[in-house]
Antibody, heavy 120, light 107 residues
Framework: EVQLLESGGGLVQPGGSLRLSCAAS????????MSWVRQAPGKGLEWVSA????????YYTDSVKGRFTISRDNSKNTLYLQMNSLRAEDTAVYYC?????????????WGQGSLVTVSS | EIVLTQSPATLSLSPGERATLSCRAS??????LAWYQQKPGQAPRLLIY???NRATGIPARFSGSGSGTDFTLTISSLEPEDFAVYSC?????????FGGGTKVEIK
């Protein structure tokens, strides 16, 4: 059974940093592109970042480029999102998501979400 | 960036009725489009991928169609558990983008 378990969310002041983790199990982690998708309170879904199975290919939405860094440790089956220079508009539930197939970027499995609140 | 526009924003229907949801892309995405269902407090669930393929375990009352810039999600006969928010997503080009969502509510 595929499981994705996020951790690391919480309350942080504007300009601060936070690192999210996503522990994966139930599949060959290194084979799949993984993504972070967020949802601000009462709003729609927003894709944030993705990383290829090997970790060398990374992608970001424009609003987080230069501030967020996605990475993975395939030996630990864990995905990360390092978030720096956080802004109020980064407040959201952050989901990690597994690609449907090795070569696609649809999201077949999702974690339960981790709430990040940026506020003074 | 490819913008996905969903309509209507809200659809008020009764159980047993047919629901037709639209997703329009700002440029062609070929068939590289998915649909998700999301209920309050839950993560999204993949319903349809590549415009018309049902994901594993998705009931046959859900169907997707379209290509290029215009896509439709149809729920042939609404069940009580189908009242939720539905979002489309394209994977044709980076950045991946979602539509704003359509809420299907009980009339």
């Amino acid at each position: 059974e595929v499981q994705l378990l996020e951790s690391g969310g919480g309350l942080v002041q504007p300009g601060g940093s936070l690192r999210l983790s996503c522990a994966a199990s139930g599949f060959t982690f290194s084979d799949f592109t993984m993504s972070w998708v967020r949802q601000a309170p009462g709003k729609g879904l927003e894709w944030v970042s993705a990383i290829g199975g090997g970790g060398s290919n990374t992608y970001y939405t424009d609003s987080v480029k230069g501030r967020f860094t996605i990475s993975r440790d395939n030996s630990k089956n864990t995905l990360y999102l390092q978030m720096n220079s956080l802004r109020a508009e980064d407040t959201a539930v952050y989901y990690c998501a597994k690609a449907l197939r090795v070569t696609t970027s649809y999201f077949e499995y999702w974690g339960q979400g981790s709430l990040v609140t940026v506020s003074s | 960036e490819i913008v996905l526009t969903q309509s209507p924003a809200t659809l008020s229907l009764s159980p047993g009725e047919r629901a037709t949801l639209s997703c329009r892309a700002s440029q062609s995405v070929s068939s590289n489009l998915a649909w998700y269902q999301q209920k309050p407090g839950q993560a999204p669930r993949l319903l349809i991928y590549d415009a018309s393929n049902r994901a594993t375990g998705i009931p046959a009352r859900f169907s997707g169609s379209g290509s290029g810039t215009d896509f439709t999600l149809t729920i042939s006969s609404l069940e009580p558990e189908d009242f939720a928010v539905y979002s489309c997503q394209q994977r044709s080009s980076w950045p991946l983008t979602f539509g704003g969502g359509t809420k299907v509510e009980i009339k």
